[in-house]
């Protein structure tokens, strides 16, 4: 009877132990709760949640389950080498979600620029990036033949700079205001896929890519070079909005008319 007793006790602290470590990788949202406060609790980063979680903006509800441990997501994916772009996916939050380096996934689907479209085939796990630029390549060259070029990995790379070129050495006076990656309902992340908040010395503007194309780089008077990779709801025509990490500074920038230059 003691013995039973005993091993009872054994199963029950071994059932209690087992729920604990299934409840250690999933959170369900409490009143109050951000996304931001969560990442800080769990120690993962924001992007990282977004993509357990196939969240498109840092918006979350009470009593919603969140996926809090990657580990679970990754087995899952791990079978899977290829991922069909979905509509507003960036490169940042894909190579997040696949638990890979955005550089990794630029390389190895041939890609130069941020631009990626709905429907294309990307290439999310293989060896080294050296190994695996060849297949991308190789994909890319059937599509050029099948006439719906924009569908192709490659395409996009090919795109943009054949229209920065055609604005390579403009010079214009332009407004300039500034902007951070902590703004109200700001998620850091650009239109084109750069975590503003992982790279804060990143320098970066916003334009009107009818004005300036994205991808470009850019000389900006009193700021540098930098790379036009955002947009904004009211940066139309002659305007930009430069990156600064901190808000203080930003609202320090004010709005000013500044000299540009396309450099590429």
């Known amino acids: 009877m003691k013995k039973q007793i005993v091993t009872l006790t054994a199963i029950a602290a071994l059932s209690v132990g087992a729920a604990t470590s299934a409840s250690a990788s999933s959170y369900t949202v409490q009143s109050g709760d951000t996304l931001w406060g969560i990442s800080q609790d769990k120690n993962v980063s924001i992007e990282s949640l977004k993509g357990w979680?196939?969240?498109?903006s840092d918006l979350i509800l009470p009593s919603q389950e969140l996926k809090v441990d990657g580990q679970a997501t990754s087995e899952k994916k791990a079978d899977s080498s290829t991922y069909t772009v979905k509509?507003?996916?960036t490169l940042a939050e894909i190579a997040s979600a696949h638990g890979i380096p955005l550089d990794s996934l630029m390389s190895w689907n041939g890609i130069s620029g941020y631009m990626i479209y709905p429907g294309e085939t990307l290439t999310v796990k293989g060896g080294t990036a050296a190994a695996e630029k060849a297949p991308a390549k190789t994909a890319a060259a059937p599509a050029k033949e099948k006439a719906p070029a924009p569908k192709t990995a490659s395409a996009p790379a090919q795109k943009a700079p054949a229209a920065a070129s055609a604005q390579s050495g403009k010079t214009m006076t332009v407004s300039a205001t500034a902007y951070t990656a902590y703004c109200a309902g700001c998620s850091?992340?650009?239109?084109t896929g750069i975590d503003l908040r992982s790279n804060p010395n990143q320098k970066v503007i916003a334009v009107d890519p009818s004005v300036i194309p994205l991808g470009s780089k850019v000389w900006v008077e009193g700021y540098g070079e930098a790379i036009a990779g955002d947009t904004g709801g009211a940066i139309k025509g002659n305007k930009i909005d430069v990156f600064i990490p901190?808000?203080?500074?930003?609202?320090?920038f004010g709005r000013k008319n500044v000299t540009i230059k396309v450099l590429n």
């Open 53 to 56: 979680n196939n969240l498109s």
């Open 188 to 191: 850091g992340t650009t239109a």
């Open 246 to 252: 901190t808000q203080g500074a930003a609202l320090e």
């Open 87 to 89: 509509s507003g996916d």
